[in-house]
């Protein structure tokens, strides 16, 4: 089950019933009690070394002296492999085969960059050639790939047929292979197909946090990876540290590690390379 936009805009809604009732003749009536007051941390972000999307919301309230925190996670981890997420990478060197009617041509595309876009998709971009010819036929690849739907588009770049284009949409299948239609332009429509392990998948859970810390511009948070993450990982509590630089992503900082005791241990950060953080006390 994925939890969605629990935090659509930032903002968490908490509703206090209560109230007295005043009786005729009363002195005075019972004084509703306070709103607690609430502090927040949210944000989406890309990081590198490895690549890794965040996605978060987490809460923190003081009520009748005590503290109370929540929220949830959602974090992917391209270069790890995790078969049944449904969430995929396509980055590696693959065979790419067009065929129209009865004819077939063979390619090579060799995808160098995956830049994550969420939790669930993928921006990526490479080279290619055409097998029979490789020093005549280059070109360049870019596209998406959002669950397991791969969208992309190719142009040829070197000294035969340059500016030819082919953009296509396919499906990857369980077993890593791709397959579905093109279209080129001089108005011909393709199938392609790329093998087995073409693409692999990749960790991926939402969890919830059970407690968070928010003061000024940091907070702290933790959580237990889900038990349908692979061994070694399932079960672990994970602690979270983020700062909120200012608008945008360049002075904000993401960092987690496992968790050592209830509410701290050691961190690694990583480079947040797009999205942003925001913590509001």
Not at 245 to 274: C, R
């Amino acid at each position: 089950m994925r939890i969605r936009a629990l935090f659509a805009s930032g903002a968490v809604l908490l509703a206090v019933a209560g109230g007295g009732v005043a009786t005729a003749g009363a002195a005075s009536a019972h004084q509703q009690p306070p709103p607690p007051r609430v502090s927040k941390a949210y944000g989406s972000v890309a990081l590198s070394g490895p690549i890794q999307y965040v996605s978060f919301g987490v809460q923190s309230w003081y009520r009748h002296h005590h503290q109370h925190s929540g929220g949830w996670i959602n974090y992917a981890n391209f270069t790890y492999p995790d078969p049944g997420t449904n969430v995929w990478n396509i980055g590696g060197t693959h065979t790419l085969t067009f065929a129209v009617g009865n004819s077939t041509y063979q390619h090579t595309m060799n995808v160098t960059t995956v830049t994550p876009l969420s939790a669930h998709s993928t921006a990526f971009s490479g080279t290619g050639t055409y097998n029979p010819d490789p020093a005549a036929y280059t070109w360049t690849v870019n596209g998406t790939v959002n669950w397991n739907t791969v969208n992309f588009t190719i142009v040829y770049t070197g000294t035969a047929n340059p500016g030819y284009q082919v953009t296509g949409q396919g499906q990857i299948a369980a077993d890593g292979s791709v397959s579905g239609t093109a279209t080129d332009s001089n108005g011909t429509t393709l199938s392609f197909t790329m093998p087995p392990g073409s693409a692999f998948a990749v960790l991926e859970y939402t969890a919830p946090v059970y407690w968070a810390s928010i003061y000024r511009h940091d907070a702290s948070f933790v959580f237990t990876i889900p038990q349908s993450a692979p061994a070694g990982l399932a079960g672990l509590p994970i602690i979270v540290k983020v700062h909120d630089g200012g608008p945008g992503y360049a002075h904000d900082t993401y960092a987690h590690g496992v968790a050592t005791s209830p509410h701290n241990g050691p961190v690694t950060q990583y480079t947040i390379t797009s999205g942003n953080i925001t913590v509001r006390r």
